[in-house]
Structure formats: C-alpha cells, structure tokens
C-alpha cells in the first residue's frame, strides 16, 4: 500500500464550453497525487473509459437528465477499473469494478459516494473487460430497454436502426433479431453495413453516405417501419418518419446528427406522419432502468454465450491524454463499434 | 314524395388542388336534379356541415389517413340531415341523421354506401343540432379519446390545449377540468381567453397574439406540462416541448398552423425534450375510436346536461354558397367556437 504514494493521476477536465464539436483547447489536463482511501473508502485504478455520445451533452450548460460537467471539473465517463486499496468491506483488492469513473488514472471514492457513483463488482466471466462498457454496459442496457420497453416489438415487425454500427444500435439490432423481428439498419460506409448484415445478422442495411436512405427504406421496409430506434436525428429521422408503418414507436435515444450544431436543433419535420400513423414517439434515459439491469445482463450475457450476439469495440490506446481525439471519432463518424478508451493495461 | 323531382342540389366540388390558403378559386359550383332513394336507399337533406382545420388536409393530393377528395368530387364533410325520403327500414323520414353528407344540400345514400358514409340516427335530446356536430361529434369524440387515451390525465397534473376555444380545444379542456387537471389553455385573442378561463372554467389562458407563449407557460405550469394537446404545432409545440414535465405525453392531434404552409412543414426543434423528460409524442385519428363514440356521447351529453359542460359553435349563414369564405376562418383563426355552416332551416 505504501506505493500508492509515490502515483500520480493524470486527469482530463473541461476547460471551457463550447459550441460546435469539442476540440484539444476545450480540455485541461493536470495531475494529482494519488491518495490512500479513508474508511469506507475505496481506490479504483481505470482500466478503460466508455467514450459515448452523450458526452456531447454533459459539456453543455442548462437543464438535461442529468446536471452538465462544471467548468473545472474532471470529465464524466463510465468506465471499468481494478480496485487497488479498499476500506470497504463490499470491495475487495483485486475486483474489477464498474462505475462513473471519470475521465482520469484513479478515482478515490468515499464511502458516503460509492453508491452515487454507481459502482458496482462485475463478473469477467460474463463478458470480456471491453464488453462490459458495450453490451453488457450503459450501451447494451440503453439499446435493451430502449427496444424491449418502449419499442415493444412483436416478432415479424420490422425494426429499423441508425447508428447501426455503433454500441447502442449494434446491441438493439441483435435483440430485435434474436426477438423474430425484420432489422435494418442505417450506418455510414460500406464496411459497417456489411459487418451488421454478414456479421450481426441483420436483414439489410442502408449506408447513408452512399446514397438515398428514402430508397433504401422504401427497398427494404416493404411494409413499413413498426419501430425505429434513432441515434442520429436529422434528416434520417425524417427519412423514417415518411416510412412509418400504422401504430408505429419511435424511440428517441439520441441525435448525433445535431450534437456539435452551431445553429438551431433542425426538428423532424415529417412529424406529422405521428399523426397519420397513429404513431408514437418517446424519450428514454437509460439510468430510469437502473433496478432492472441486472436482468438484462443476463439475458444478454446469455446470447454472448451461446453466441446469438456479437460485440465489436473500438479501442483506443494512448491513456486520457488520448481522450479527446479519441472523443472527436464519434462525431465524424470515424469509430467502428462502441468507442473506448484504453487507459491501463492492468 | 313526388316534390322531390322539383328540387335542385347545390354542389360545392373541389376544382383544382392548391398551395397556401384555400380561396373561392379552389371551388366549382354544381347543380343536380334531386333524385328518389333506389330500394333500400335513403335520400338526406343537409341541415348544417361542420367545418375543420382537417379539410385542408383532403384537399391535398398524397397519402394520409384517408384518401384526398378527388378533383371534380363533391367537398366532403361531416354534417347533420333529415332524412327526407327513405326505402331503408333502418331510417325514416323525419330522422335527424348524422354523417358524411358532402359540402351540397341533399344526398342520396344507396344501401350499400350507408354504412361505409357512416350515417346514424341522432337523438336531439342528448344535445342540440350544432352540439352534434362539437362535443357531440367528430371534434368532441377527437378531444375525448386523445385527452383520455393518448393523453392519459390524472388528477392534479396539468393539462394544456392550444387551440383552446376551437371546437377540439374547448371539449378537450373541460374534461380535463371534470377530471382534475390544472387546465391551461393557449388561444388568440383577449375574447376567447376570456371565454375559456369564465365561462369554461379553465384555470389559465395564455393569448398568443398577445405575448409571450414561454413566458406564460412558465407562469402558469410551474411544475411543467404533463400532458398538452396540440391542435396547432409550430412555434407553440416549440413553446410547451421547452417546458414538458418529467413523463410527459403530447397529443398530436392538428397543427393548423403549417396546413396552409408554402414552405415545408416546420418541425419541432425541441423534440429532444422527449429524450431529457422521457416523454411522449403521439398521434391520433378520432375513426380509430368509432366502436366507442357512444360510450363518450352519452358522457358528455350528461355533462351538457347537469351543467358541467358548456358548448359554443360559431354558426355561419348563407348554405352551401358560403362555404369557401366559411371555411377561410378556421385558418385566419377568425371563428370563436365550432365553426359551423348552416345549410337548411330545417
């Protein structure tokens, strides 16, 4: 234990708010000593950081699901990581420990904050280190609740998913498989429509970089579209909205499309389709399930098993002083699965 | 019987489809001798049309909920009539009959167009005449099962209704207050706030002419919008997205505002406060709802009946001739109430 001293924690920490997609300047980097935990404590060393759109947002100031990172302050992030002293009884040496680590080398968490934090011990058997921030994460809890509980999907409707690729639409596309639904997804290049298909096992996917996603839905959603799950916003939000089948459900989880804007959200202007299909549209925040993860990690770590899902994460190496670029893949769209951040081997 | 020969039925038929506001250009005035019902065939003679913002949604070519009127087809529209001759055992002559009559004085409803027009008796004491075509008809029926069953109020939570003092928005608002919401309503003008805050018994209405719509939202929903339903969209969808309560659910049931857009349709540029407040945006078409209309007729014509309900239609002379002018009200938001056209004394 006495070697904790001599650490050093290096931190990224929002310098300033921004407008448009973040950059190197919107980050401070700075260091700390590295400090034995007071009783009840614990001292987590990360392991690897979950890099997610939703970060976007937390840089942002004024009211959102959750309070925005303040200026200063070390950045938000999920991640996994090895405790590696504890004075709390529920943790040992040794554990590998999910939780909002932050975007930083260790994290000492009192004990009055430990379940704030939202961490919890999590079980490699179950899924590999990088799963458990894909999958078996916020990403595969958002994509599971998102579908199962606000999408509804019955077998044989057709499930259309943007940002297919990527950690949320991979896992969503795969339940909706594995649940009898017809799934296609949108994604961006030829590389990830094919993996989603050939790999994933969707149906079909359009690449919305290629060509008109109008034409690939009305190919592809002969009867329309039962569920969409959108990650994106935009003009494919628009697209969907022309295609929708009677009854259908929308299920709002993000609009990366619009994250980095500089001018006005560009709202879905096919809205009214709502009203001709007799169609629902809903917001979903993951945390709102957080009492039900634990089934949904076993039904999904399940399918891992026996093989019925896949799981791809793109991992950066480099440490937090890689954060930002490794943040900026997601806007453009460069990132291939669920982006994350390797900060220590072990 | 043999009178019938010596009369004429006036026409008003759709002669060119339109961009922008509908003008008497729009119309072509027809005459046809009136004819005897074919057995089991029953001949109407319209009383009064009710006239609604959804009117200019037929006049579109394109797919919709129901197919557009047909260039060179008589107007439709819903309406009320006698029953004048009949060879159906169903009907008899003398019957106040509610139905798809057309914008023109008689209609001839062979046997098997009688269901497909949707025409029933209907009994003046539940209601009179023009409550038969507001709380009691279609804008009535539109306002019950959106507010109960899309919207799903409970007592306390607050309601707001654009649109208020229209024929949709005044039926919507005093259920919602008979079921104990805070209702809040949003109108044009000092006149018809007035109306729905003393006569109807609303709690607030915000005069969007008058001033701000997000200054009033915050004054009077001080804990949000739980349920607001949207006869309007546009900046004032705009308006209440910003101020949705946590769980909140939209009725999309109109959006005047855009129908007589030469620009595309404006979207909601805050719809990502479905995604922050895990909220609800949802359409609804009242024909979804026929096999219950009675059970919500006969709900509120008790209403009307012990007093808890009130009705204004805004009743506009001059028969079927004075249809196009009628009909530019809804859009100038120049009606106060149902907007009504008489066609027939009696």
């Not at 291939?336 to 951040?341: A, H, I, N």
Request: glycine content about 14%; aromatic content about 6%.
């Amino acid at each position: 234990m006495t070697a904790l001293a001599s650490l050093t924690n290096h931190q990224v920490r929002l310098a300033q708010r921004l407008v448009g997609a973040p950059t190197r300047d919107n980050w401070s980097f700075t260091t700390e000593p590295v400090q034995e935990p007071a009783e009840g404590g614990v001292l987590v060393k990360t392991l690897a950081l979950s890099l997610d759109p939703a970060m976007r947002g937390w840089m942002n100031e004024g009211k959102s699901y959750i309070p925005p990172v303040g200026i200063g302050e070390v950045m938000r992030a999920g991640g996994i990581g090895r405790v590696v002293a504890s004075k709390n009884p529920a943790f040992a040496v040794g554990d590998t420990v999910s939780g909002g680590l932050g975007v930083q080398e260790y994290l000492l968490i009192p004990q009055d904050q430990i379940n704030r934090n939202g961490l919890f011990r999590i079980d490699l058997r179950a899924g590999s280190l990088t799963q458990w921030l894909n999958v078996l994460g916020m990403p595969g809890m958002t994509g599971y609740f998102g579908l199962m509980d606000v999408g509804q999907p019955k077998p044989g409707e057709t499930v259309v998913i943007s940002g297919a690729a990527g950690a949320v639409g991979q896992t969503v596309g795969q339940i909706a498989r594995i649940k009898g639904c017809r799934v296609v997804g949108i994604a961006g290049g030829q590389a990830k429509c094919d993996w989603v298909v050939k790999e994933l096992g969707f149906d079909a996917c359009i690449d919305y970089k290629a060509g008109d996603v109008k034409a690939g839905l009305k190919e592809h959603c002969p009867k329309g579209v039962d569920v969409y799950f959108d990650n994106v916003g935009g003009e494919i939000l628009d697209a969907v909205l022309a295609r929708l089948a009677r009854g259908a459900r929308i299920i709002i989880c993000g609009a990366i499309s619009q994250y980095n804007n500089t001018t006005p959200v560009q709202g879905p202007k096919n809205y009214l389709s709502l009203l001709v299909n007799r169609a629902r549209m809903e917001g979903i925040v993951v945390f709102d399930y957080a009492d039900r993860y634990p089934v949904a990690v076993a039904e999904m770590a399940g399918y891992l098993k026996d093989g019925r899902m896949k799981s791809r994460e793109d991992v950066v190496a480099g440490g937090v002083a890689a954060f930002p670029e490794a943040l900026a893949k997601l806007f453009t769209g460069e990132n291939f699965g669920k982006l994350v951040l390797q900060v220590a081997s072990e």
